[in-house]
């Protein structure tokens, strides 16, 4: 069943998605469609406004309004941790390599050795995990009777021959890498090790907005290439430039708590087929990205810090108008596609919306010390917050 770009857009906003005109010519408040309760489009583009109430329950399942979203006037900054509350805890026991690797992203004896004789063991979990697009949060040494760890012991990557006292039992904390747009030939990224833990949050942050700068950039090329309509290609190279503004603000926002954000390596890829293109859409759009708006306007609400919290409200609105340019993108694509094409879109859809549930499901939420100064919802709100999302949006075409 096809789902009308005008009930996902009216789902989006029941998501609590603050959305912004493409075109930005509309008044900061202006009416989107008539109905029971009040339901207003926001503008960013003057600054923003405020919420109009927020939105009442109801149809395709809506909830009680949270008082709408005020204006922006703080930092513009990171796209939101759109995967914010998943993460995966566990100890893993890792051996001293033999020899140095030829080349690649394997375990080094330097960064081993570093572990064992200083507690500097981030490199070698970012090591483990490379590859795999997640951003590890916690790395560091335990003994084997630390309570409360040996239950989640993930088993032993040691090599044959390996003694006892070469191996490095590590409390490894990590999450999906799934904030914003992510770029097909993204490199792995080493995490820095300076600052606070909201100073390496936001340094990940403008990590994976400055990945969306060319992510962004290709699309609007592709979309171009695939003669997509010119509101949708200018749409593409708008967000390109609000990630600009959202890695500097963002690494600006690290810098200010000791962290230093690493730019990301990305390569030239050529134009892909508009099946390609459409089915990537589905995935880190109209799912990841989408998710990670949901997520933003939580932290907009719900953030401790004032400063992070008038950021956020500018990311909202902006992270908003990105998701709704991948609605639009994949409307304008099911339109001019095959019953089967669509069929397919419709299942790359729900297998991305499945793989973040199973995800949450497998995951604590965040220490309290980074989630209340961010506004991280809890494993229970992420939960749910993905479960209406699911509902509403990723479940059916």
């Known amino acids: ?55 009442g329950g109801g149809a395709a399942g809506g909830f009680p309004g949270s008082g709408g979203f005020p204006g922006s006037g703080g930092l513009g900054g990171a796209a939101g941790n759109a995967c914010a509350g998943m993460s995966v805890d566990k100890v893993i026991t890792v051996a001293r390599p033999a020899m140095n690797p030829d080349g690649g992203s394997s375990v080094t004896q330097a960064v081993w050795d570093a572990c064992a004789t200083s507690d500097n063991c981030l490199a070698l979990c970012d090591d483990l995990v490379a590859g795999i697009n997640v951003l590890v949060r916690t790395c560091e040494p335990v003994s084997p009777g630390d309570a409360g760890l040996d239950a989640s012991r993930d088993g032993s990557s040691a090599i044959d021959g390996a003694t006892e006292s ?47 700068v060319p992510a962004f950039r290709r699309l609007a090329t592709e ?33 200010a708590r000791g962290a230093f954000p690493r730019l990301p390596r990305v390569k030239r890829m050529p134009v892909r087929s508009r099946f390609e293109v459409a089915a990537e859409n589905v995935r880190e759009g109209c799912v990841r990205e989408t998710f990670g708006a949901v997520t933003a306007a939580y932290q907009s609400r719900h953030a401790a810090d004032p400063g992070l919290r008038s950021m956020m409200n500018v990311i909202a609105l902006d992270e908003a108008r990105h ?16 019953t089967r094409v669509v069929r397919r879109l419709t299942e790359e859809r729900y297998a991305a919306g499945e793989s973040i549930g199973g995800e949450i499901m497998a995951a604590p939420s965040n220490e309290p010390s980074l989630a209340t100064p961010l506004g991280l919802p809890n494993h229970a709100v992420v939960r749910e917050l993905a479960g209406n999302a699911r509902r509403l949006l990723w479940s059916e075409g």
């Open 223 to 255: 979309l171009a290439a695939h003669r997509a309509p010119v509101h949708l290609v200018n749409a593409a190279r708008q967000a390109a430039r609000d990630e600009i503004r959202h890695t500097a603000l963002a690494a600006r926002a690290a810098r």
């Open 166 to 212: 070469q191996t490095l039992d590590l409390h490894i904390v990590y999450g999906p890498n799934c904030t914003g747009r992510r770029p097909a030939a993204l490199a792995p990224v080493r995490r820095t090790t300076c600052g606070s833990p909201v100073g390496r949050w936001l340094a990940d942050v403008a990590t994976l907005e400055a990945a969306s």
């Open 323 to 338: 998701a709704r340019l991948a609605w639009e993108i994949d409307a304008w694509v099911r339109s001019a596609v095959s």
């Open 1 to 55: 069943m096809y789902t009308p770009i005008e009930e996902i857009l009216r789902r989006l906003l029941l998501l609590g998605l603050p959305l912004a005109a493409l075109d930005c010519k509309a008044s900061p408040q202006q009416k989107l469609f008539d109905g029971s309760a009040d339901i207003y489009l926001l503008n960013d583009a003057a600054g923003g406004a405020p919420g109009a109430g927020g939105l």
